[in-house]
């Protein structure tokens, strides 16, 4: 086993003589990133991955993924924690950071995949249908919108006037203009002064029911 107290330059030497070590390159890497050199620790960590895949092989894939957030990767952050997806049932910590970054590329179809492994993990996390409900209404999928925005609403959300109005929107599409009353009346009795909402409002109530709006 490597010296449980060396130093990153001792751990480099010790893994010189012992180049397949689990534990040797593992720890050389922690120690790098216990001091902040995160470029440093993708060389023992890739090396790690290149010639292992069993137990241990997570943390790696997970450290290489922190390195690759902490100098500001997101590409390469993104690409090692879908590795990880693919190679075993990751946690939802890994599902909710590949929403954030999916989320953040406007990466739709990745965003939808994603929320949806997060939702299959952990169905009762707010994020899950919030970043759901968002990428099927950019991806034009209006019915996965509104039962995603619906589920969100009954988990108690953060922002729940943009949901209310999102739900209308996307009600007030499909003709079911009583349900978009009431989503969009919702929204603005938290929020009276909110502009797009008091739109949306007097477009609908001219509307009967069953007739689809004009976006």
């Known amino acids: 086993d490597p010296p449980a107290k060396a130093d990153a330059a001792a751990l480099a030497a010790w ?23 995160w470029e440093e620790a993708k060389v023992p960590l890739k090396r790690l991955l290149g010639i292992y895949s069993g137990a241990g092989a997570e943390t790696a894939y997970l450290l290489l993924a922190k390195a690759h957030r902490e100098l500001d990767e997101p590409i ?6 879908e590795e990880l ?17 999916s989320a953040a590329a406007e990466d739709w179809e990745r965003l939808a995949i994603n929320a949806r492994r997060l939702l299959a ?12 409900a968002r990428a099927a209404e950019e991806l034009g ?6 039962g995603a925005y619906g589920a969100l609403l009954k988990l108690d959300p953060i922002d729940p006037v943009e949901a209310h109005f999102r739900l209308a929107r996307l009600l007030k599409v499909k003709g079911q203009n009583d349900l978009a009353r009431r989503n969009v009346l919702k929204a603005l009795e938290e929020a009276p002064r909110y502009r797009a909402a008091q739109r949306l409002l007097l477009e609908i109530v001219d509307l009967p029911e069953g007739a689809a709006g004009k976006e």
């Open 121 to 132: 993990v952990n169905p009762m996390l707010r994020s899950g249908h919030r970043h759901l």
């Open 141 to 146: 999928d209006s019915d996965a919108a509104i």
């Open 15 to 37: 893994n010189e003589e012992h180049p397949n070590s689990v534990a040797g390159l593992l720890t050389w890497a922690q120690r790098l990133g216990d001091a902040g050199q």
């Open 85 to 101: 997806a693919h190679a075993d049932s990751a946690a939802d910590g890994v599902y909710l950071r590949l929403t954030e970054l």
């Open 76 to 81: 390469a952050e993104r690409q090692v924690l």
